[in-house]
């Protein structure tokens, strides 16, 4: 993979942003123009150093206003390049806030603000503030790859998925957020720079990290994951686990993850991945798959990643 030819860039202090043909692009100042970029792992002290071609790092505050709309909007939404391969995967998965800054609302069941939440389990998520960094989750299929297309036009990339031959899902004739299904098929363009869900094998390959380990990052299953021996049946901040070689956090538990599936994956049904915050062991294997789910329902347990194909 070769690197992509810079058209613009602006230094913003500790930070630089860097325009490219592919879009917008921000990181550390010292991580442009070298050939890795290294990362820490808070859990042990460890560093370990990837190969990478781009690093989006968004902090809100920190860049234009200008740009606002063409960033994901909050510090954990960034992509990591994955070595050997031509798409960068989403560090985490999309949290609260990114999904609301985008779609205009929140479904997520885990939030402070949700009456129907019982005492014990307000009180959990409490402690640790607001839920904005929390993975989403109470959205179906058919509404991710709706936030997908959102965001790409967002940024200026072009779609990955398309309803009868459109690309802005505003013509879809869809409402998110309710249970029924977009009317007609979805198709996936695995060409197009723009977001989308990452499939089995991309999903698989990633939360492997290079390495051989049961849980994505090691053989413990808690140094990794949020599950159901320590979640307290709640989901938790994105990134507080250990990561995996990658440098991906949440790649078991927390939340299931929506997959494609197959490149010609079409029906009432996808995959998810992962284990959530009330899985066993045996759920948070990664290479172990969920049951499939209905694609326009919503479920507390089930959010998902972010793909995006850079050359």
Request: charged share 25%; glycine share 10%; with cysteine.
């Amino acid at each position: 993979m070769e690197r992509t030819e810079v058209e613009d860039s602006l230094n913003l202090g500790d930070l630089a942003s860097v325009k490219t043909k592919d879009g917008f692009f921000a990181g550390k100042v010292e991580d442009f123009g070298e050939s890795s970029i290294k990362l820490s792992n808070p859990k042990n002290g460890l560093c370990k150093r990837i190969a990478y071609d781009y690093i989006m790092e968004y902090d809100v505050g920190r860049l234009p206003s200008t740009d606002m709309a063409r960033i994901g909007l909050d510090s954990q939404s960034r992509m990591v390049a994955i070595p050997g391969k031509d798409y960068v995967v989403g560090a985490t998965p999309v949290t609260q806030r990114l999904y609301e800054k985008v779609m205009g609302e929140n479904p997520s069941y885990f939030q402070t603000s949700n009456k129907k939440l019982d005492e014990a389990l307000q009180c959990i998520l409490s402690r640790e503030g607001n839920t904005q960094n929390n993975p989403v989750e109470n959205v179906s299929w058919y509404d991710v790859v709706y936030f997908c297309n959102k965001l790409s036009i967002l940024e200026g990339f072009t779609p990955a998925y398309s309803v009868d031959g459109e690309r802005d899902p505003q013509y879809w004739g869809y409402k998110p957020h309710q249970k029924e299904p977009i009317g007609s098929k979805v198709c996936c363009d695995f060409s197009c720079n723009g977001y989308r869900l990452p499939t089995n094998d991309e999903w698989e390959y990633a939360a492997a990290g290079g390495e051989d380990y049961l849980f994505p990052g090691c053989d413990s299953m808690d140094e990794v994951s949020w599950n159901g021996e320590n979640s307290n049946g709640v989901t938790h901040p994105v990134a507080t686990k250990m990561a995996n070689a990658y440098g991906l956090y949440d790649m078991s538990g927390n939340v299931c993850e929506w997959v494609w599936g197959s490149e010609d994956e079409i029906g009432s049904s996808h995959d998810n991945r992962g284990g959530c915050y009330s899985s066993s062991e045996d759920g948070c294997i990664f290479a172990n798959w969920g049951d499939g789910a209905a694609s326009a329902f919503r479920y507390k347990n089930i959010g998902f990643r972010l793909l995006r194909k850079v050359c």
